[in-house]
């Protein structure tokens, strides 16, 4: 069974920088893509960028394209989102997951994605 653990959540003025964490374990870690998705207040959820099982291939959404930089290590069994320039409209719940296959052909989507967890919380201040 796919458990995954985030953290690095916060409050931070527009502008700022956080970097997102994503501990997996229950699969074997390098076999899969993974993504990270967020839900804003009132919103659906958005699949925001994806990485390949070698950290080779990135997709991302457009919302964030430029801003923000997924990354693995193997080694370690652990995603990364590195978010710069955050605005306001970035306020959301990020959540990652693993993905069914090892590949990623465009921005995540979460009938390709499972292993959900409870998510880390982004607060972007005006």
């Known amino acids: 069974q796919v458990q995954v653990a985030e953290s690095g959540g916060g409050l931070v003025q527009a502008g700022g920088s956080l970097r997102l964490s994503c501990t997996v374990s229950?699969?074997?870690?390098?076999?899969?893509?993974m993504g990270w998705f967020r839900q804003g207040p009132g919103k659906e959820r958005e699949g925001i960028a994806c990485i390949n099982w070698s950290g080779s291939s990135t997709y991302y959404a457009d919302s964030v394209k430029g801003r923000f930089t997924i990354s693995r290590d193997n080694a370690k069994n652990t995603l990364y989102l590195q978010m710069n320039s955050l605005k306001p409209e970035d306020t959301a719940m990020y959540a990652c997951?693993?993905?069914?296959?090892?590949?990623?052909?465009?921005?995540?989507?979460?009938?390709?994605?499972?292993?959900w967890g409870q998510g880390t919380q982004v607060t972007v201040s005006s």
């Open positions: 229950g699969l074997t870690f390098d076999d899969y893509a």
């Open positions: 997951a693993a993905g069914n296959g090892a590949m990623v052909a465009g921005p995540p989507s979460e009938y390709e994605y499972r292993g």
